[in-house]
Structure formats: structure tokens, C-alpha cells
């Protein structure tokens, strides 16, 4: 199915594209909102600028799309692929990224306020200027990853696998929470 096609459908009111395959289909500054595109195949796809709000994209594929200035506030993200993809400046507001694979994506600038990354793999990816306020980064595997400018102010980051980050020196760290760790428990 093509972009013409698929949008055609969406505005028909149909709002069920689980298993789809729309590799590198340009929906950039499309409003698909509430929408399911679970274990869909979007590949390659550009979502630049799409209102993506409480979408279920859980088990799906979006490696190397681009979803920079996407809205996912509220999204349903778990078991996401979304390695190489870009989220530049991105709303993830309340997502549920958990177990999800974002392996050298770029997240910068990035809303992450109040997410749950609970077990996701960061590796490799760029964080720079990322808002994780709030966030759940418990178990998360953060090695190699670029946290200049980043505010975790009040993150759970649990038994986060924080190994050779990038940059600290800029990162605010002003958490409140005394069971915050770094690194493994004895």
C-alpha cells in the first residue's frame, strides 16, 4: 500500500493498521492520532512533524525513519524498533518506550518528560539537550550515549547500565530521590 492509498483509507475513518507495511511512506505533517500501527513496518518512513499522539506503534518497525518534531505524547512505544531513527526535538511526553530498541537514534532535544524507557536500549544514541525529567530509565542501557545538557531531575534511573556516556560535564543531575543508583547493586 502507498501513502495515497493509506491516507485515503485513514480518511475514511478507519484507524486499525496493525501488521502494515508502509516502508519509507511520506506522512510527514499528517494528524494520526489514536491510531494503531502495531507490528506495522514503517521503515525508512518520513513522520516528520506528524501529530502521532496516543498511537499504538508497539512491536512495530521504524528503523531510520524521521520523526523529528513528531507529537507522541502518550504513545504506546513498547517493543518499538526505532534504531537510526530521528527524533529530533520529538514530544514523547508520557510515552511508554519500554523494552524498546533506540540504538544510535537521535533524541535531541527531545520532551522525554515523565516517559517510560524502563529497559530500553539506548546505546549509541544522542541525547544532547533531551528533557528526561520525570522519567523512568530503570534498567536502561546507556552505553556510549551523548547526555550533554540533559536535565534528569527526578529520573528513576534504577540499575541503569550507564557505561562511557559521551559527555557528563554539561548534564544536570539535580535528582531529589535517594534511591537513585548508578550502576550495579552488592
Not at 98 to 109: E, F, I, M, Q
Request: proline share 1%; with cysteine; aromatic share 4%.
Amino acid at each position: 500500500m502507498d501513502a495515497q492509498q493509506f491516507l485515503k483509507l485513514y480518511k475514511s475513518g478507519e484507524r486499525n493498521f496493525q501488521g502494515i507495511c508502509l516502508h519509507e511512506a511520506d506522512l510527514s505533517q499528517t494528524n494520526l492520532s489514536g491510531s494503531s500501527f502495531s507490528q506495522a513496518d514503517l521503515s525508512g518512513a518520513d513522520l516528520t512533524a506528524a501529530n502521532l499522539s496516543r498511537i499504538d506503534f508497539s512491536r512495530a518497525n521504524l528503523t531510520n525513519a524521521d520523526l523529528s518534531r513528531a507529537d507522541l505524547s502518550g504513545a504506546n512505544l513498547r517493543d518499538l524498533n526505532l534504531i537510526g531513527a530521528d527524533l529530533l526535538s520529538a514530544s514523547l511526553v508520557g510515552a511508554d518506550l519500554s523494552h524498546a530498541d533506540l540504538r544510535s537514534a537521535n533524541l535531541s532535544t527531545a520532551d522525554l518528560r515523565g516517559a517510560n524507557l524502563r529497559h530500553a536500549d539506548l546505546s549509541g544514541a544522542n541525547l544532547s539537550g533531551a528533557i528526561l525529567e520525570g522519567a523512568n530509565l530503570e534498567g536502561v542501557d546507556l552505553t556510549g550515549v551523548d547526555l550533554t545538557g540533559v536535565n534528569l531531575t527526578g529520573v528513576d534511573l534504577g540499575t541503569t547500565g550507564l557505561s562511557q556516556p559521551k559527555v557528563l560535564e554539561t548534564t544536570s543531575l539535580r535528582i531529589s530521590h535517594s534511591w537513585v543508583t548508578w550502576g550495579s547493586h552488592c
